[in-house]
């Protein structure tokens, strides 16, 4: 399995801000992917990050408000937008060959004050 | 539509005892089943992968079971330590040419002395 580091693995913002958050693998991954995780709840999908190309966005998810980065087959970037308290949120990502398999990130535990 | 439903929501048991917890799900066509362990604050770690032919599968003290007839897992966790105090989250991935994995809401685990 790869190891997976988040940055950062928290952060407290402020509503109307930005924030990008790192994933950075140990090793070349075909697909990359990133979740949402609400308080008390499951991972909801947000997004696969492709590389060499736009990211594939899950319904009720928006590029302009989750713009995605994927310059290479070990880094990508999640950008959470203009944010919101409703966007207080654990965000982590996943990595893996296929689907069936994916590693998780640490997460990120972001809260939006 | 493709769901899994885990219970129950949430368990308290002694250390030392036994527990095990269930997952029912309507995916289909199935392709397999994992259980995660997730720490409080911490990403998601595989305990245990199956496939449709595959009706038991241990880690240590983790046994997971599946019955594909009846869309029914279960994982058996045996002896519990404080630190089997975690959710634990059932995820089902189908086949098919977009291959998603399916979330469980979890089962949140806690082990008192």
């Known amino acids: 399995s790869a190891v997976i580091s988040q940055k950062p693995s928290r952060d407290i913002c402020q509503r109307g801000t930005s924030l990008t958050i790192q994933c950075q693998v140990d090793s070349q991954v075909t697909m990359m992917f990133w979740y949402r995780q609400q308080p008390g709840q499951s991972l909801t999908l947000i997004a696969t990050?492709?590389?060499?190309?736009?990211?594939?966005?899950e319904s009720g998810f928006v590029i302009d408000k989750f713009p995605i980065s994927r310059p290479n087959l070990t880094f990508s970037t999640l950008t959470v937008s203009n944010m919101s308290p409703e966007d207080s949120s654990i965000y982590l990502c996943?990595?893996?060959?296929?689907?069936?398999?994916?590693?998780f990130g640490p997460g990120t535990r972001l809260t939006v004050t | 539509k493709n769901q899994v439903e885990q219970s129950p929501q949430s368990l308290i048991i002694l250390e030392g005892k036994n527990c095990t917890l269930q997952c029912n799900y309507t995916v289909s066509p199935f392709s397999n089943l994992r259980w995660y362990k997730q720490d409080t604050g911490r990403g998601p770690v595989s305990l245990t992968i199956m496939t449709f032919s595959e009706n038991t599968k241990s880690n240590g003290r983790y046994t997971a079971t599946l019955d594909a007839d009846t869309k029914q897992s279960s994982l058996h966790i045996t002896a519990s330590q404080l630190s089997d105090s975690a959710s634990y989250i059932c995820?089902?991935?189908?086949?098919?040419?977009?291959?998603?994995?399916?979330f469980g809401a979890g089962t949140r685990l806690a082990v008192h002395p």
């Open positions: 990050a492709n590389q060499g190309s736009e990211a594939t966005y």
């Open positions: 995820v089902v991935s189908a086949e098919g040419g977009y291959n998603k994995l399916i």
């Open positions: 996943s990595v893996g060959q296929t689907y069936y398999e994916q590693y």
